[in-house]
């Protein structure tokens, strides 16, 4: 694509925002604080049904490229639409993105590998979404953390096939970043961004980890992966429902207990997720024995970061 076809799609995308926005306010759709919550005001809900948009145009200029993962992609942005509007049961939610992450690996072509592989793929990509979801309360840090994770696998593992969903999707995350990583922000992903975008980087993730047949790139979703993994250790430990609100995320405690800016939080997240990025991206041209230590010291000093600033913060 030339310099120009890409200012054409950012005003095309910068109008699409704007007009979906008019709309949510008329209609009220507004993100309510809840138990979760790490806001007082009513911005906007759902401005992340702009990542749709994006990949609807990468699917058209690329000739309808990857139409089982487009396909997936829509049956999860629907269902998570509606669910930010109505809060669906869960048992419709998870069927939804069940169906959708099944046809994103269709597109990849992980099913054919062995048939044992089928339900635990399926429950790491539905986690991921969920996960990925859970982590979107505060200003800017799905924009900025998605724009690292992006950014990143379209340095790694740009080809012709994909080139049109990365540039697509890095504007659709520059026009919502212009939004939502405010001080206060005009609108927030909602569902429907956050699980959306989740698909979209776990689309190109396996697509990834596929061609290089290196597992070391799910390390691009460590601090995420982290941070989700033990939230949910530390609140099984409590005797807490899982599936509930809450506020024990360590980016939540960082927001709620310091007082810090949520634009400070998410950058720190997103600048964390990049020194780690850097570091696969070296060690993808090491031997398996240096990769798998990189994995081990990376994780191992994440874990630790979680718990010592979790302890200090709750006790």
Not at 145 to 163: A, F, H, K, M
Request: charged letters at 10%.
């Amino acid at each position: 694509m030339t310099l120009t076809a890409y200012f054409l799609l950012t005003t095309l995308l910068f109008g699409i925002e704007l007009a979906y926005l008019r709309l949510a306010s008329r209609l009220g759709i507004v993100d309510k604080p809840n138990e979760r919550s790490s806001h007082t005001d009513l911005p906007i809900r759902g401005g992340g049904v702009l990542f749709w948009f994006a990949a609807l145009g990468a699917f058209v200029y690329s000739q309808f490229a990857h139409p089982f993962f487009f396909a997936g992609l829509t049956v999860v942005t629907l269902i998570s639409f509606l669910d930010d509007l109505y809060t669906l049961p869960n048992r419709y939610r998870l069927l939804g993105q069940c169906l959708g992450v099944w046809l994103m690996l269709w597109q990849t072509g992980v099913w054919p590998v062995a048939g044992w592989v089928y339900l635990p793929v399926l429950i790491v990509g539905v986690g991921i979404l969920n996960a990925y979801n859970f982590m979107d309360g505060i200003n800017g840090i799905t924009a900025l953390y998605s724009l690292v994770t992006v950014g990143t696998l379209w340095y790694i593992q740009r080809t012709p096939d994909n080139q049109a969903l990365f540039g697509f999707t890095l504007i659709g995350l520059l026009v919502f970043t212009w939004f939502n990583a405010r001080r206060r922000a005009v609108c927030f992903a909602g569902d429907v961004g956050s699980v959306s975008m989740a698909l979209l980087i776990l689309f190109l993730l396996y697509t990834a980890i596929m061609a290089r047949q290196n597992y070391l790139l799910i390390l691009l979703l460590g601090v995420y992966g982290v941070d989700s993994v033990l939230t949910i250790v530390h609140r099984l430990w409590l005797g807490q429902n899982i599936f509930q609100a809450h506020r024990l995320h360590l980016f939540q405690l960082l927001v709620h207990r310091l007082r810090w800016p949520h634009l400070r939080v998410s950058g720190l997240y997103a600048a964390a997720q990049l020194l780690i990025n850097a570091a696969v991206i070296r060690a993808l041209a090491e031997p398996p024995a240096t990769q798998l230590a990189v994995a081990t010291g990376v994780l191992l000093t994440l874990a630790g970061l979680y718990a010592a600033v979790k302890w200090r913060l709750m006790r």
